[in-house]
């Protein structure tokens, strides 16, 4: 393995760059698909890079579980520094375990607390609180429900109330809180992918904004509808109790509305700033798989050869 098993643990340094010009440069959509799948793919080969560095930290300690050829000279020369390497592995994978599943748990409360909020409200696709207090959100699960109180609709007139639906009938046909969720993890995992967070939650709502903008033909109309919907639901719980797209940041999402509608290319040339980003990107993530894939297939054949028949 050598010191390629470190190489996920720092390769989605390589990610950084295509974060904030993803947004600028490509469409959302493509953009949100681009940044989730590099994240995700480099969450998961940097967390088994630190499983494979904590079974030869495991295999050092006293009374370990494992057989006892797992801690041969041979098993622990495969990993640099490994006694420091090794040991300190242990605690970060747990750390990271922990991480990954408060935030899935975190998930998993909010939703179940907003459905819990909705109980005794008909089951229609939109739900109507009656609260003064403004704020609307989509709620997944099953066919999925769009929650908008009294108050928000109170501060719309009949074109941003249309706007407001259609986004959040976007947020729902398009199931972006999974999305989020995966940048979520993804950056529990391992935090230099923290930037691919924000960009996502930022391209999730850009792309709702887009699909917003085609279902009832203007732009123009969205733009108004994001402005005032911001403007009235100041402070409000919307967006802590959605907890599953985390509006990105009005104006430029306003800006990006009122300007030209995005191009549909999924891929940029190569002789751009974004497509070298991306080409960068693409190198990280799949130099990161193949370091990954290499020590797993090397450590897996150094341990099955120390281990006794």
Do not use: K
Not at 71 to 94: C, F, M, N, Q, T
Not at 135 to 162: D, F, K
Request: hydrophobic share 50%; net charge positive.
């Amino acid at each position: 393995m050598g010191v390629f098993v470190f190489l996920p643990l720092v390769l989605p340094l390589t990610a950084w760059p295509i974060a904030r010009l993803a947004e600028q440069h490509l469409h959302p959509r493509s953009a949100t698909w681009l940044l989730t799948a590099v994240a995700g793919v480099l969450a998961v080969c940097s967390t088994l890079c630190l499983a494979l560095l904590m079974v030869v930290g495991t295999a050092q300690l006293p009374g370990n579980p494992l057989p006892d050829g797992w801690s041969d000279p041979e098993v622990r020369a495969a990993v640099p520094y490994d006694e420091v390497a090794g040991r300190v592995a242990i605690p970060a994978l747990i750390a990271v375990l922990a991480a990954c599943g408060r935030a899935a748990w975190r998930h998993h409360r909010v939703r179940g607390r907003a459905r819990r909020a909705l109980e005794g409200l008909p089951p229609t696709s939109v739900a109507v609180l009656d609260d003064t207090v403004p704020y609307a959100y989509a709620l997944p699960g099953g066919r999925g429900r769009i929650v908008v109180t009294t108050g928000m609709l109170a501060g719309l007139n009949a074109g941003e109330r249309r706007a407001l639906f259609a986004h959040e009938r976007a947020h729902l046909a398009r199931r972006h809180h999974r999305f989020v969720l995966t940048v979520q993890l993804a950056a529990r995992a391992n935090p230099f992918l923290r930037p691919l967070l924000t960009a996502v939650a930022y391209t999730t709502e850009r792309w709702a904004d887009e699909e917003a903008a085609t279902a009832i033909g203007s732009r123009r109309t969205v733009a108004l509808a994001i402005g005032r919907s911001a403007l009235i639901s100041r402070g409000g719980p919307g967006a802590a109790l959605a907890g599953f797209a985390v509006a990105g940041p009005v104006p430029r999402r306003v800006a990006a509305l009122l300007g030209p509608a995005p191009t549909g290319g999924i891929w940029p040339s190569v002789f751009t700033t974004v497509g070298l980003a991306t080409w960068g990107a693409a190198a990280g993530t799949t130099a990161s798989a193949l370091s990954s894939a290499n020590s797993a297939v090397t450590l897996f054949l150094i341990l099955r050869a120390a281990t006794p028949v």
